[in-house]
Every structure is written in C-alpha cells, then in structure tokens.
C-alpha cells in the first residue's frame, strides 16, 4: 500500500499500551516509597522528640535520686510520683534497688529480643548518654548501635493494649494538685485526650560512672496525633490514587479514541463495512502472517459493469443501495475471518480469497458474480473479474515485502484486458505487464515521434476489377522507431485511440498525405484520390470539417484528391453533428466514405442518414468459409443498394482471383487487397500510379 497511508494506519495502530503500563507500574512504585519515605520521616521526627521528652524526665529522675544520695535522704516517694518504675544497678549490673516489675529488657536474656523480625524504622542516632531497653511485656522498641527500631506490625496488631484514657489517670487529685510535685517531676500535659503509651526502658550512667539508673519511660501519643497522622497519609495516599486514576481513564479514552479513529479510517462510507484502506493494511499483513505462507491466496477486483449508467438512469442513491447489497452477499459468500472483501468505490470490489488453484478459484468467483447479478428482481446486472493469484511461499520469502497495491492493480489490468462490457473472468499473466510497459513506453515516446516524423505514410492501392487500372488508395500509417524498430499500426493505434493522441495522428496523416499528392501532382504523376481514415473521436469536435479543409490547403493541394474516410462506429455518436460535418466536407470538395460496412448491427440505419460517397465492405465477406452462396448474396445486394444510392464500393480484403471475378461481374467499382497489393512506402507506390498493374494468375 502507498508509503503514507501505511504509515498513517501503523500511527493509528499505535497504542503503546505496554508503555503506559510500564511507566503506570513505576509510577506506582515510586509514590508508594515516597508515601513510604514521608511517613517514615513525619514518624522519625515525631518519635525522637517523644524520646527527648522521656530522656528529660528520666535525667530528672536520676538528679533526684543522686541529690537523695548526697543527702542520705529517702527519695522513693518523690521519685513514685514521676509514676515511673526504676531500678539502680551497680557496676556488674546487679539489681542494687528495684521500683518496678521486672520487666525491663537489660536484665534479660536478649537473644530472643535481638531474633525477633522487627518492619524496621529507623528513628535515628542519639547522642546522649542513654540506653533504650525493651519492655519485655510489650516488646516492640529497642536500640542497637545507637539505631530505635519500632516493632509497627506488633503496635498495629495489638493497638487497644497501648490505649490509655488519659496521662492524668496515672495522677491522683491531691498530686495534681501539688504544683511544686509537678514542676519537680516535670508534668506539664494538661491534656485529657486518650493516648497510645508505647512503654520503653530508657538507662543513664550515674556520677560515679558505673551505676545506671534505668526508668519505665512511655512514648506517648496523642489519638488525635495519630487520627491526623493516618489522615495525612491517608489523604497523600488517595490524591496520588486519584492522580493515577485520571492518568489511567485519559489512557484508556486514548486508546478507545484511537480505536475510533481507525474504525473510521477503515470504514466505507457507502456500505458501511471495509474500505480499500482496510483491505490494504489487513490484506497485506493476512498474507504476510508465518502461519499462512504454504497458502494460495487470490486478490480479485470484481467490477459492476454499468455502474454509472444505472446511477444515471436510477438515481445515485438507489446505485448505493444496491451496492451495499452486492457488497453483504459477496461477505455471506466468503470466511470472515480468513478472507477479506471491501468496496473500493463507485462500482469495484476488492476480494482476498484463500486456498484453491485457478479453476477452483475461477469457480467460486462465477458462483459470487451468478448471485450479485441479479440481486434485485427487476435487474440483471453484468459483473467482471479480474484475478492476481498468490502462490504459497513455504519460505514466506517473496511476501515478506509484498505490496498490497501492486497486487491488485495487477487483478485490475487483468480485469481490463477483456475489453468489453460482457461478464468475464481474467487472471493476470507476465503478457499483460508486458503490454501494459508497451503502452506505457508508446505514451512516452509519441510526441518527440510525431516531432521528428517517425511515423511514416504506407499506401495500399485500390484497382478497378474489370480493367486492372489503378483507381485509388487507402493511407496507412507506420511508425519506424529508433528505440522500438518497426511498428505495425495494431500495436499503436489502440494505444492513441485511448489516450487520445489519436487526433494528433489524424492531423499528422492529412498533411503528409496532401503533401505526397501535391508533390506527385507536381511532379507528373497520374494522381488518384487517396482516403484518411479519422477516428471517431475527432468528431466531437463542431469544427473538424474546416480543420482539414485547412491541413489540406496548407499544402495547396485539391480537394478531390483526398478522401475522408469514417468508420461504422462512428455513426453510434452524435448524429445530427456526424451529418453537419460530411455535409461541410462535401461542400469543401471532400469524398466522404465509410469503412467496415456489415461489421455492426446499425449499417443500413446510417446508409439511409448519412450523405456519403463511398461504400467500402468489410474484409470479413471475404474470409473463412461460408454457408452456400448466402455471403455472395449479402455482398450483391450491398453492392445494388450502394449503386441506387449513388454511392461507389469498394471490396477490402479480397485475396482470389475468384472473388475479384465475382465481384466484377456485380458492379463493385474498386478492390482494394493482398490479390492486388500490400500497403507499400510511399516510393513503390509512386511506381504503381503510371504503370498498369498486371495481376499474377
């Protein structure tokens, strides 16, 4: 398929989901470590100032207890009322006095506690002179080369354990009461909130550098704290989920979009179902699949034949309706999944059909073309098929870089070359590139061919039967190319008809044939007129009769010299301008004749019309075998019916003695075929026109 247009599908095709995906997942993980990150921050920060807090309170304590010891006085009910259990170990760390219940983790064996698998958040270094023990009863805090870790999982687990209604509850009236008590032990939380207490042991080294005193401490936190806590994450959390929600629903709207898109670009306007697009792109990456390389695939262009005329004589509407229609019986008639089918435009079909040889395929074409022509009951339609087939390639080499285009322009020059309007069946074969190169080259070169004179004027002569004398001739044209050798007029003159230069070689071969006569008039030559044929397509035009008439006096020769010969098919146009331009002919002193008389069906209908001179019948009278004298008697009567018209004939193709006898003896004024003479140059030619001929019995 065309390079932009793939290009253009493969975008559309494009969805780099996986991409979106990738990214979606990183994201995910990136946000998921920055919430991490943040609350293990927000969470270090909150617990290291709680650790200070309990450090000052335990420092107090043991100023306290050495400012007793200094004294020899009882601290024990002073320091009861910082409400935290104690204990004083001598050097060899052996309990020296105890206010507490044992459950401080410095005194146990710690290898279970150093076991245990702690989700690990590291709250940083201390630089203090303290210890932080475990509790063993609530286990969840401990601190390894100056590292607190926090057992969350157990906190999260055991969450009630840890509430408490207030601090206050610790406090009883009359010491709440107390403010000197209070300021001495450091209360200041007024705060009547319920908290979470995290019981810890936290250890100083006294004065004398061996005893450690080591209290009950509590990280406390407020349920407020935590709520506000839990809310930000939670919030953190839901705006990133959020985040990740609009970027996943304006990806999934992209794709769908894209989807669209393509649906659209794929789709046929007028059926509704695949276009030329679709059949391009998903043709060719069918064909080119592994899987598929040892099958035969065929690429048809199926042609409604008379597509426009129907539209014309119906309405366009009505022509789409019944395409669609044409369209889903073809589909009914095919696998929807292996093969494919779509409306090219106006009247085309494009078809890939699978597996099968030639005849098989050729078969199931004429059964589809059967029903679509008559899809309507009031209508017999004409279908034509033209095929490229697609050999199985068990090394899926050739396909690999197959175009889907060039393909099926090769199935429509197959269609193309059948060349009429009746239903038919082609396969595409090298002849047909072969032609289809020929007509291109032949494009190419005519003008700088007609600029140089290429092409070369032959001359077929016309002879009286009854006297052998010399009574016209027929103007030929050939090319002799410098790059293509010698060219017959049946391998150019199809080739000008339908691209037009036609009109060019028409003027090219009046000139040159008045040229010819003016010279040979002036040189003494016994000059006979001479008949140019003119294509149908000049006379669309209203002024061709003074076209010639001007050709013709450009080179100042008489116009009787010249005759302007037509043939049959150009009688099928517009009449009432084919018969004001013989008219203008004749009055410029123009013969006018018609060539391939009885080659179609409307020649009797045109002879009572058409104002001509000159009858000249078809060379197929003349050839094969026939059936009794019924072609002699055709031929006779053509001839009788010429003479009561006034009108000369002239007999192409005659070949044997025996039709030039015939036709002698039936009037026919000139014979013009291989019995008498090929068409020659122009040099032989001038040697026939003052010798009489003498033909070989």
Not at 67 to 86: I, M, P
Request: proline share 2%; net charge negative.
């Amino acid at each position: 398929m065309a390079g932009k247009n793939k290009k253009r599908v493969k975008e559309l095709k494009k969805s780099y989901t996986w991409i979106w995906l990738i990214v979606f997942v990183l994201l995910i993980i990136i946000s998921c470590v920055m919430v991490s990150v943040f609350a293990l921050v927000y969470g270090s920060s909150f617990v290291s100032g709680k650790l200070d807090g309990e450090r000052s309170i335990v420092e107090n304590m043991a100023s306290v207890y050495e400012a007793g010891v200094k004294r020899g006085d009882d601290t024990s009910e002073t320091l009861s009322a910082f409400k935290r259990g104690y204990l004083i170990l001598d050097g060899e760390r052996n309990i020296v006095y105890s206010e507490s219940a044992d459950t401080c983790g410095a005194l146990k064996d710690r290898e279970e506690a150093d076991n245990r698998e702690y989700m690990s958040v590291e709250i940083g270094a201390f630089v203090y002179d303290a210890d932080v023990y475990p509790d063993t009863e609530y286990p969840v805090i401990r601190q390894e080369d100056d590292e607190v870790t926090v057992d969350i999982l157990h906190i999260l687990q055991n969450t009630d354990s840890y509430i408490v209604e207030s601090e206050r509850d610790m406090f009883t009236e009359d010491e709440l009461n107390d403010a000197e008590l209070l300021e001495e032990i450091g209360f200041i939380n007024e705060s009547r909130e319920r908290k979470m207490m995290i019981p810890l042991w936290m250890g100083l080294k006294l004065s004398d550098g061996r005893s450690e005193f080591i209290a009950k401490s509590y990280i406390s936190v407020e349920v407020s704290d935590l709520v506000l806590l839990i809310t930000v994450i939670a919030g953190v959390f839901l705006l990133v989920l959020a985040s990740y929600v609009v970027m996943i629903i304006n990806i999934i709207s992209g794709i769908s979009r894209r989807r669209k898109t393509l649906r659209v670009f794929f789709t046929d306007a007028v059926t509704q179902g695949h276009n030329y697009m679709y059949f391009l792109y998903e043709g060719e990456e069918l064909i080119k699949k592994y899987r598929n390389r040892g099958v035969n695939y065929h690429v048809v262009d199926l042609d409604f034949v008379g597509y426009r005329n129907f539209c014309v004589c119906h309405s366009a509407e009505e022509g789409e309706r019944v395409t669609t229609r044409i369209y889903q019986e073809i589909r009914d008639k095919m696998d929807r999944r292996k093969e494919i089918c779509a409306h090219v435009g106006g009247e085309s079909f494009a078809l890939l059909l699978r597996d099968g040889d030639k005849e098989t395929v050729r078969s199931r074409i004429q059964s589809i073309m059967d029903i679509v022509s008559h899809v309507t009951d009031d209508h017999v339609f004409v279908f034509q098929a033209g095929i490229e087939t697609l050999e199985a390639d068990a090394n899926a080499a050739e396909r690999k870089y197959i175009d889907m285009g060039e393909v099926y322009n090769k199935a429509c020059a197959a269609r193309e070359s059948l060349n009429s309007d009746d239903p038919g069946i082609a396969f595409f074969d090298k002849k047909l590139i072969e032609d289809r190169r020929w007509e291109d080259n032949v494009q190419e070169h005519q003008q700088a061919a007609l600029i140089n004179e290429e092409f070369v004027v032959y001359y077929q002569p016309k002879y009286d039967p009854r006297t052998d004398e010399l009574r016209g001739a027929e103007a030929l044209i050939r090319w002799q190319s410098p790059d293509f050798g010698f060219v017959p007029p049946g391998r150019m003159i199809p080739i000008f008809e339908k691209n037009g230069f036609i009109t060019e070689i028409d003027h090219y071969m009046v000139s040159h044939v008045a040229r010819d006569q003016k010279r040979w008039l002036d040189a003494g030559f016994k000059c006979v007129p001479v008949s140019v044929n003119i294509s149908r397509a000049h006379f669309i035009e209203s002024d061709l009769a003074e076209q010639i008439r001007d050709l013709v006096d450009a080179e100042g020769t008489p116009h009787e010299l010249l005759e302007i010969e037509l043939t049959e098919s150009a009688f099928f146009d517009d009449k009432k301008a084919m018969i004001n331009t013989i008219e203008k002919l004749k009055s410029y002193g123009f013969a006018v004749s018609m060539d391939d008389f009885g080659s179609g069906y409307s020649s009797l209908n045109s002879l009572k019309d058409m104002p001509l001179d000159v009858l000249k019948l078809d060379a197929e009278f003349f050839r094969g075998e026939t059936d009794g004298n019924r072609g002699e008697i055709v031929v006779s009567e053509a001839i009788q019916l010429a003479k009561k018209l006034n009108m000369r004939t002239v007999a192409e193709g005659v070949e044997i003695r025996d039709q030039v006898d015939f036709l002698a003896t039936q009037g026919c004024d000139m014979i013009q075929g291989y019995f008498y003479a090929k068409p020659m140059p122009g040099e032989e030619y001038e040697v026939r026109m003052n010798e009489r001929y003498k033909p070989k019995e």
